[in-house]
C-alpha cells in the first residue's frame, strides 16, 4: 500500500482514508480501479452488489486492463492499457473544470495548487481524443465516464494493488484525489476516495511505523519533530534519524554485502519479490538469516540459518485495522502450536537479550496496544502540527476493556468519548493536516513508462490474485478445499495473441523477461488486452517447478513510495513441447525435482501431481506390487492404481497427450476403504458413473461442482444465480463464485 500512503500524505498531510465501506452502498456511482474486488474483496463485493440491485439507477465503472469478474456487475469497463491511469484521470480532472464542474468555494477556501495541477494535465492530456488514445479506449466510452462522474455528485473512487503497483502508482493515487478535491467530493457520505487495502492488516501495519521510511503512529523521519517527539516518548538516547531501506533496495544492500543480518518475518520475498531471482541469490550470501514463520517450510526459509516459530491466525491476540480505519480486536481461536510464539513476544525476548529488558517488559498484547495509544496521542495537538493518526482515548484500557474492545474507526481521541464508535468520516469540515491545514492538488503529468515492449520482448505481463489462494499460497496451499476452484499456475492470453505465437488451450508455454523463465500453461481469453497476458502470484518452488512467476517482473520502483511494479513487466511467449504428460495421485509427498513441469495440489487423502516431462514417468514413479494396469492400443495412455490391503494408495495416467481425466472424482475416491474387482477397474478408467461427480469445484465455500450446478439448471430450469443458490447453496456465503454461476446457467440455456 505505500503508493496510497504516499499520494495520501502529498495531497492531505497524513495518510488518511477518508471514507467508509457504507459509502460504496451510498453512492450513486462507484469507479473501481485496478481491483479485481469480486475476487479479492469477495464479502465486500456482495456488499455493493446488493446496493446496486437496490438501486437499478446506481452506475458502477471498472477500470481495469482485464476482464475480470468485477465486471459482472459493471456498466462500463474501461479496457486501459496498462500504466495509463494518469491519463484518464488527468483527463478526467481537466474536462471537470472545463464544463465547470468544481466546487470554487470547497477548493478557494480548503486547498492550493489548483492551477498546477490543471496546467499538468493540459501539458499531456489535452482533449478526451488525446486521452482515447493514449489508453487505447473509444472516445465515446471516455466521454461516457467522464459525463457520469461530472454531473454525480454521490461518487466514489475505489482502487487497490492495479493502482498501487506501479511506477508511476503515487502519481496514479493523486491524479484521482484531485478530481475529488475539485469537485469537494471528499469524506461525505457516498462520495469521496477509499483505497481498498490489499491485506487484512495493511492499515494496521501502517499505524505502527511498518514501513521503512516511516515512524509509529504515523510520524515521519522527514520531520526533525516527529524523531525526537518519538526519542522523547521512548526515551530512546540511541533514536534512528533516518529511513530504513525499502524492499527491492534492501535485497541490492544484501547482495553488495552492506547487510550482514536480515530478519524476516511472517512474509515470503523468495516468491513474493519482483526479480526473484536476485532476491535468492541474496540471501544465499548473506551471513545470518532469520526468519519467524508459522509454516516451516517456505522458500524463504530454506535460506535461514535460524528458524523462529510465529504464532498464525487463529494463534494470535491482537488487534488489526481495516481499509475504513476500523480496528478490531482479534481473539486466538486456538492454542499455538508447539514452541510457536506471538511475534512481539519473540522480539521482546531478543531485545531482553540485548539488553533492552525495561523498554520491552511486556506481559501481553493489551499492554503494547496501550502504548501504542498513547504514542499516538502524545503532542498530538494544534500547538504542534497535529496528526490524524490519534487512538489516545484507549490508552487507558484495562486488560478486562481490552478484551471487550468493540470495532471502532479512529481517530478515537478525548474530546470524542462520546463518540464510542470513532468517525465514520474525515475531512468532512475541509481542515486537513498540512501545515497550512489545505488540501494540495498534485501535478501528475502522463509519461510512458521507461520499461515498454519490443521486439524482443513483445507483450506485456501483468500479474496478481485468483480468488481461493492467498499471496505465495504458504498457508493456503495446504488446503484441499481452497486448491481445488483453480489447480494450476497458468497464463491467460489473447487468442489473436496465441495464434501469433502458436499457443493453443491447455498447451504450455515458456514466458520469459529479462530477469527470468517461467513454464505454464495457456489460458485463452478475449478478457486480456491483445499485447497483454496475465499470470497469477501465488505459486512457489514448494509446489510448483515452473510456476514461481516473481522471478520474471522487473524490479522498478515507484520514485516516491518504492513500490515494485508488478502489473508492466516486457515479456516473450514460446510453444513449450513435452513428449510425456501424467495426472499422478499418491499419499505420499513426491520430490518434483526430477520433472521439467510438475505441480503439487493437495486433496483430502494426499497430493495430486501434473507432471509433464520429455521421457515416460512410469518406471521413474514406480507404482507398487498390488495394482492393476491398461493401456490403451490406440491413444497409448496408461493407467495404474495400486493398493495396501484393498486400500487405494495411487493412481497414475500418463500418456503423449494431456491427460483427460476426472480428477476430482479420482481424489474423492482415496476416501473409500474398500475396493471390489469391479471398482477397480471403474477406478482405472478414471471417469465417474453417470449421474455421479461434482468436476471443477465452483464453490469453495460449500463445495460445489460444475456437473452439480449444470445438472440442477437442466433438471429445474434455474436461470438466475439466486435459484442455484436455493437448491445447492452455491454462491450464498462469500459469494465469489457468482458470476462463474451466471456463466454456466448462460452456457447450458
Known sequence: MASTVAGHKRAFGSDTVPNCYEDLELCDLLVLVGSNTAWCHPVLFQRIRAAKQQQPAMKVVVIDPRKTD???????????????DVALFAGLLLDLSVRGVMDADYVGQHTTGLQSALKAAEDSVGSVRLVAELCGLKSTDVETFYQWFARTDKTVTAWSQGVNQSVSGTDKVNAILNCHLLTGRIGQPGSGPLSLTGQPNAMGGR?????????AAHMDFSDMDDIDRVRRFWKAANMAEKPGRTAVDLFRSIEKGDIKFIW?????????????????????????????????????????????????????????????????RQKALFPMSGDARPDW????????????????????????????????????????????????????????????????????????????????????????????????????????????????????????????????????????????????????????????FSLKEQSFCRVSSAFGTAVLKVRLTTGNRQGTVFAPMHWNRSNSRSGAI????????????????????????????????????????????????????????????????NRSMIEYLNPGEDRIDYRDPVSGVVHCAWFDENVLQGVLIAGRQSVLCDRSWLQKAFLKREWT?????????????????????????????????????????????????????????????????????????
Not at 317 to 328: F, K, M, P, Q
Not at 558 to 578: G, I, M, Y
Open 264 to 328: 524476516i518475518m511472517g512474509t515470503n520475498p523468495l516468491v513474493s519479490m519482483p526479480d526473484a531471482s536476485q532476491c535468492i541469490a541474496a540471501l544465499a550470501q548473506c551471513p545470518t538469516v532469520v526468519v519467524s514463520d508459522c509454516i516451516e517450510k517456505t522458500d524463504t526459509s530454506a535460506y535461514a540459518d535460524i528458524l523462529l516459530p510465529a504464532a498464525g491466525w487463529s494463534e494470535k491476540d491482537g488487534t488489526v485495522t481495516n481499509s475504513e480505519r476500523r480496528i478490531s
Open 70 to 84: 468485477t465486471c459482472d456487475i459493471a456498466d462500463l469497463h474501461l479496457s486501459i492499457k496498462s500504466g495509463t
Open 550 to 613: 516473481g522471478s520474471l517482473v522487473n524490479p522498478l520502483t515507484d520514485p516516491f513510495s518504492r513500490q515494485p511494479d508488478f502489473k508492466h513487466t516486457p515479456v516473450k511467449l514460446e510453444p513449450c513441447h513435452f513428449n510425456w504428460h501424467c495426472v499422478f495421485l499418491t499419499r505420499k509427498k513426491l520430490d518434483m525435482q526430477a520433472f521439467t513441469y510438475a505441480t503439487e495440489i493437495r486433496m483430502e487423502q494426499g497430493f495430486r501431481y501434473e507432471l509433464s516431462d
Open 207 to 215: 499505524e505502527v511505523g511498518g514501513l521503512a521510511n516511516q515512524l
Open 345 to 500: 513476544w519473540i522480539i521482546s525476548q531478543v531485545a531482553a537479550r540485548l539488553g533492552f529488558s525495561e523498554a520491552f517488559d511486556y506481559s501481553g498484547a493489551s499492554q503494547i496496544f496501550c502504548e501504542h495509544a498513547a504514542l499516538s496521542g502524545f503532542e498530538n495537538n494544534d500547538s504542534c502540527k497535529r496528526r490524524g493518526f490519534d487512538i489516545s482515548a484507549l490508552a487507558c484500557l484495562t486488560e478486562s476493556d481490552y478484551d471487550q474492545l468493540e470495532p471502532v474507526q479512529w481517530p478515537v481521541s478525548d474530546s470524542q468519548l462520546s463518540s464510542p464508535s470513532g468517525r465514520k468520516r474525515l475531512f468532512t469540515d475541509g481542515i486537513f493536516f498540512t501545515e497550512d491545514r489545505r488540501a494540495r492538488f498534485i501535478p501528475t503529468r502522463f509519461e510512458w513508462q521507461s520499461n515498454q515492449t519490443d521486439s524482443h520482448y513483445p507483450l506485456l505481463l501483468n500479474t496478481g490474485r485468483i480468488r481461493d489462494h492467498w499471496h505465495t499460497m504458504t498457508r493456503t496451499g495446504l488446503s484441499a478445499r481452497l486448491s481445488q476452484h483453480i489447480d494450476e499456475p497458468f497464463i491467460e492470453v489473447h487468442p489473436e495473441d496465441a495464434e501469433r
Open 677 to 749: 474387482v469391479a471398482q477397480r477397474w471403474q477406478l482405472l478408467a478414471a471417469v465417474a458413473s453417470q449421474g455421479e461427480g461434482e468436476g471443477k469445484t465452483v464453490c469453495t465455500c460449500f463445495g460445489v461442482g460444475e456437473r452439480s450446478i449444470c445438472r440442477a439448471i437442466v433438471s429445474d430450469g434455474l436461470t438466475e444465480p439466486a435459484q442455484v443458490g436455493i437448491k445447492l447453496k452455491a454462491g450464498t456465503h462469500c459469494g465469489s463464485c457468482i458470476p462463474e454461476i451466471g456463466r454456466l446457467i448462460r452456457s447450458v440455456n
